[in-house]
């Protein structure tokens, strides 16, 4: 579960972007060494940790009709969870 591959594929993107921005190379150069690896590993590790950190908490939408209020507060916790963050119950 600490691996890249476990991501989903925009978490994925967005995880490889920044890693590559901070350390020069991705995921390519990580399969041919060790050492680099090892660090990608780490830091993917590190990312989802602080994803799951993360709980984020739906607003009421008082005033919409019950049907409404499903439908929105699926779609948004569809695209909370697709970043790797969880949705308060």
Request: aromatic letters at 10%.
């Amino acid at each position: 579960m600490n691996d890249i591959h476990d991501m989903t594929e925009a978490m994925k993107a967005e995880f490889l972007a920044a890693f590559r921005a901070q350390f020069g190379y991705g995921e390519m150069t990580a399969t041919a060494n060790d050492d680099a690896a090892a660090m990608l590993k780490a830091a993917a590790w590190a990312w989802r940790a602080s994803r799951e950190a993360v709980v984020v908490e739906l607003p009421s939408f008082d005033g919409y009709k019950d049907h409404i209020v499903r439908e929105l507060q699926a779609a948004f916790s569809g695209a909370i969870e697709a970043q790797g963050l969880k949705v308060a119950q």
